[in-house]
C-alpha cells in the first residue's frame, strides 16, 4: 500500500511568523495534533505538536505574561528539520520512521512541496484494514517450514471450502527460525471444517485450538 492511498489531502498550516495563540486556536478547532509549517513557496520547514504548544503556553495562574508569551511566532517552538515522505512510499516504510523516531506524524512531500500529512492515527486505521480485522471472519494461525512455496501450498487448502479470504500475514516463529507463523482471515464464523483440513494435510495449526480436535 502506497503513502497517497491513505494520506490526507487537506491539511492544516501556519506560517513561521504566526503566533503560537494561533496554533492553540487551530489544534483546538480542528480537533488535530500537529501542524505543518512552510514558507511561501509551500516547503515544510517545521511542525509543531499539540505538545509543543501546550509546553509553550503560560500557567493559567500566571496572568500578566499570559498574553505576552503566546503572541510568540510560531518558528520559536517549531521543530526543525522535519522528517518527510514521498507519495509513493510504502506505507510500512513510514510505520517503520513512526517506530524508530519515536514520532506520531509526517508531512508528506512531492518536489520538496507539501501535499498531504500522515498521522499515528491514519497509521492504525490502514492496519486494521491490512490485518481484515474490520470485517466478520476468523483467525487461524499456522506453523509451517520456512522453505520457498510454502504459502500456496497452505492457501490451496483453504480453497477447497471455497471461503473467502480477508488477509494473510506472516510472522517469524520465534523459538525456532526454520518456521514461520501463516495467519490467516477467513470469511466465515465456523472454521472447523478448514481446521480439519489443514491438519489432516500435516500442517499444525497453532490458533484457535479447538475443543474434540487434537494438537
Given at each position: 500500500m502506497l503513502v497517497e492511498e491513505i494520506m490526507k489531502e487537506k491539511v492544516i498550516t501556519l506560517s513561521p511568523e504566526e503566533t503560537?495563540?494561533?496554533a492553540l486556536k487551530l489544534l483546538h478547532e480542528h480537533h488535530i495534533r500537529h501542524i505543518p509549517i512552510i514558507n511561501e513557496e509551500n516547503e515544510v520547514i517545521g511542525i509543531v505538536s499539540d505538545r509543543d504548544v501546550r509546553d509553550a503556553s503560560p500557567s493559567v495562574f500566571d496572568k500578566e505574561t499570559a498574553h505576552e508569551e503566546l503572541k510568540n511566532p510560531i518558528r520559536s517552538i517549531m521543530t526543525s528539520p522535519v522528517t518527510t515522505v514521498h507519495p509513493l512510499d510504502f506505507v510500512e516504510e513510514v510505520a517503520s520512521?513512526?517506530?524508530?523516531?519515536?514520532?506520531?506524524?509526517?508531512?508528506?512531500?512531492r518536489d520538496e512541496k507539501l501535499v498531504g500529512i500522515i498521522t499515528e492515527k491514519d497509521m492504525l486505521y490502514t492496519l486494521i484494514q491490512l490485518?481484515?480485522?474490520h470485517v466478520q471472519s476468523s483467525q487461524i494461525e499456522v506453523k509451517v517450514i520456512n522453505k520457498p512455496g510454502i504459502l500456496p501450498q497452505v492457501t490451496q487448502v483453504f480453497g477447497k471450502r471455497k471461503v473467502n479470504i480477508s488477509s494473510v500475514l506472516i510472522y517469524p516463529y520465534k523459538p525456532d527460525p526454520k518456521y514461520k507463523i501463516i495467519v490467516v482471515r477467513i470469511q466465515t464464523m465456523n472454521p472447523l471444517p478448514t481446521i480439519e483440513d489443514l491438519k489432516s494435510e500435516g500442517y499444525e495449526v497453532l490458533w484457535p485450538q479447538m475443543?474434540?480436535?487434537?494438537?
Open positions: 503560537i495563540e494561533k520512521i513512526f517506530y524508530e523516531q519515536e514520532i506520531a506524524c509526517v508531512p508528506v512531500t490485518t481484515g480485522t475443543p474434540g480436535i487434537p494438537t
